[in-house]
């Protein structure tokens, strides 16, 4: 199983989201050290998965918990977009894979919490997202 380095997980902004969004206070938690490493935390699960594209340390994180799954995307999937592939370390066809078999697999009633703007759910987003609806976005 390819593994990688995981400082390109951003734990703090992490741990400032289940703090704020669950009224907890979290004084450590241990790294994530892959793809798929699962944490868990009190009574929400928290899988760190390998999302390529935007960057290739690039990463979902997903959350499940008594209000359904909620999957963090940071800057691989907008409302209504992608994060852009032309920086250095981005990759088009790579962002093309994750979309097709990461995002797409994931739970239609999942909650999209993207890194900026507007929180969608994947059943939106393939339904409407040029990138995933089927077209190039391009």
């Known amino acids: 199983m390819w593994r990688w380095a995981s400082p390109a997980f951003d ?3 992490l741990k400032a989201h289940l703090q704020e969004r669950y009224a907890i206070r979290i004084t ?9 490493s699962v944490l868990h935390l009190g009574g929400v699960t928290v899988t760190a998965i390998h999302a390529p594209g935007h960057t290739q340390g690039s990463a979902l994180y997903l959350l ?14 907008f ?5 852009r592939t032309d920086l ?6 790579t962002m093309a894979r994750t979309l097709r078999d990461v995002v797409a697999g994931l739970d239609p009633a999942t909650r999209v919490l993207p890194g900026h ?16 609806a089927g077209g190039s976005g391009g």
């Open 79 to 83: 409302a209504g977009t992608i994060g």
């Open 64 to 77: 499940e918990d008594d209000d359904g799954p909620v999957a963090l995307t940071g800057d691989v999937l």
């Open 88 to 93: 250095p370390g981005g990759d088009g066809p």
């Open 28 to 36: 450590s938690m241990a790294p994530f050290d892959g793809d798929h």
């Open 117 to 132: 703007g507007a929180s969608s759910t994947v059943a939106v987003e393939l339904a409407r997202n040029p990138f995933l």
């Open 11 to 13: 734990n703090d902004a």
